[in-house]
């Protein structure tokens, strides 16, 4: 269902990507951005748009869907190829089958039936409310954060904040709307972000460079 907490954070998160990518060729370097991070998104992605030529949502959803998988795999490709001697590896040190490995156990339990698309999807929710944790990670081993890194993950933690409402509009509009499972890890990944918009606005308001303590 469309509203405008959903349309709106749709095209936040549009904005948080074409920010990377604008970053990445201005700059021709990706320092600062988490390859790992980068790398879980486009499984969350390709994970669960793989019914994207089976399943049809409408122009709007198979658009984005398709701009969403091409952004994630030209952004690993950028930062694997073009310009990977940019890549700061050293403190981009989170591995990244920390999160894999439990999103998959997890999945395989909650997942509402045992299809393989089904599991799929619920895999690729669950991965997604923790993908940005090796980006936070980096940014607290790097000091002072550059303003476009920040504006990126602030973006993404706004495009999740407006999903959340739009699934509050959604609990009150759709008569059999229950979505526990969006719910459950949408707060987890708010929260993360959560910490990370304390932080920013409190060096927003004290005309300080933005850092994460360590």
Same mark, same amino acid.
């Given at each position: 269902?469309?509203n405008?907490? +959903?349309?709106?954070?749709?095209?936040?998160?549009?904005?948080s990507?074409?920010i990377?990518l604008t970053k990445?060729?201005?700059? +021709?370097s990706?320092?600062g951005i988490?390859?790992?991070?980068?790398e879980?998104y486009?499984?969350?992605?390709?994970?669960?748009y793989?019914?994207?030529?089976?399943?049809?949502t409408?122009?709007y959803?198979?658009?984005f869907?398709?701009?969403?998988?091409?952004s994630?795999?030209?952004?690993? $490709?950028?930062?694997?190829?073009?310009?990977?001697?940019t $890549?700061?590896?050293? +403190?981009?040190?989170?591995?990244?089958?920390?999160?894999?490995?439990p999103?998959v156990?997890?999945? #395989?339990?909650?997942?509402?039936n045992y299809?393989?698309m089904?599991?799929l999807?619920?895999?690729s929710?669950? #991965?997604e409310s923790?993908?940005?944790?090796?980006?936070?990670?980096?940014l607290q081993?790097?000091g002072e954060?550059e303003?476009v890194?920040?504006?990126?993950?602030?973006?993404?933690?706004?495009y999740r904040?407006?999903?959340?409402l739009?699934?509050v509009?959604?609990?009150?509009?759709?008569?059999?709307y229950r979505a526990w499972?969006v719910?459950?890890?949408?707060?987890?990944q708010?929260?993360? $972000?959560?910490?990370?918009?304390?932080y920013?606005v409190?060096? $927003?308001?004290?005309g300080?460079?933005?850092?994460?303590p360590?």
């Amino acid at each position: 269902m469309y509203n405008i907490f +959903r349309v709106s954070g749709d095209f936040l998160h549009l904005i948080s990507i074409f920010i990377i990518l604008t970053k990445i060729i201005r700059q +021709r370097s990706c320092y600062g951005i988490s390859l790992r991070t980068q790398e879980l998104y486009s499984i969350v992605f390709i994970t669960r748009y793989l019914d994207l030529f089976t399943n049809w949502t409408g122009l709007y959803n198979t658009l984005f869907k398709i701009f969403y998988l091409a952004s994630s795999i030209y952004i690993v $490709y950028l930062m694997r190829k073009p310009y990977k001697l940019t $890549y700061d590896h050293r +403190r981009d040190v989170f591995r990244s089958i920390f999160l894999i490995i439990p999103s998959v156990v997890l999945a #395989l339990i909650f997942t509402a039936n045992y299809h393989p698309m089904e599991i799929l999807w619920t895999f690729s929710i669950i #991965l997604e409310s923790v993908a940005i944790f090796p980006q936070i990670i980096l940014l607290q081993q790097s000091g002072e954060i550059e303003n476009v890194t920040a504006n990126y993950v602030v973006c993404l933690g706004g495009y999740r904040a407006l999903y959340i409402l739009n699934w509050v509009y959604r609990l009150f509009a759709e008569k059999h709307y229950r979505a526990w499972l969006v719910w459950v890890f949408g707060l987890i990944q708010t929260g993360i $972000y959560s910490d990370f918009a304390y932080y920013f606005v409190k060096a $927003y308001l004290e005309g300080k460079k933005l850092s994460l303590p360590k």
